[in-house]
């Protein structure tokens, strides 16, 4: 009986799609920061802080999870001091974020439709 237990276990694991395991919740957290300092003239002074994130979950099959919770944080700082004549700073802050959520399998909506 151990025996034929095991045996039907191991064929059902071994037959069983890896998928239902693929989906899980996707976190992203992202962060920069720059600091300047300019005394003088003529000084200039450039910063740029870009966050990209791009998460997707595609499910096709009926064995596979349903999409899962998609986080992202993104957070970017610039600082700069300028003193004197002619100076010029510019600063940026860019966060993109694209979160993808796609199943197909038609057993439902997604787990967590936010």
Known sequence: MK??????STLALALSPVAVFAQQVQTNVQAGSN???SVGA???TNQNVVNNANQTQFSL?????DPQ????VQAGQNQSF???IGNVTNQGVFNNANQTQVDLDGYGIPA???
Do not use: E, H, M, R
Request: hydrophobic share 35%; net charge neutral.
């Open 35 to 37: 600091t300047a300092v």
């Open 61 to 65: 099959d009926g064995f596979g999870l």
């Open 42 to 44: 003529g000084n200039v």
């Open 3 to 8: 025996k034929s237990a095991l045996i039907i």
């Open 112 to 114: 967590y439709p936010y």
């Open 82 to 84: 300028t003193n004197g």
């Open 69 to 72: 919770i998609q986080s992202n």
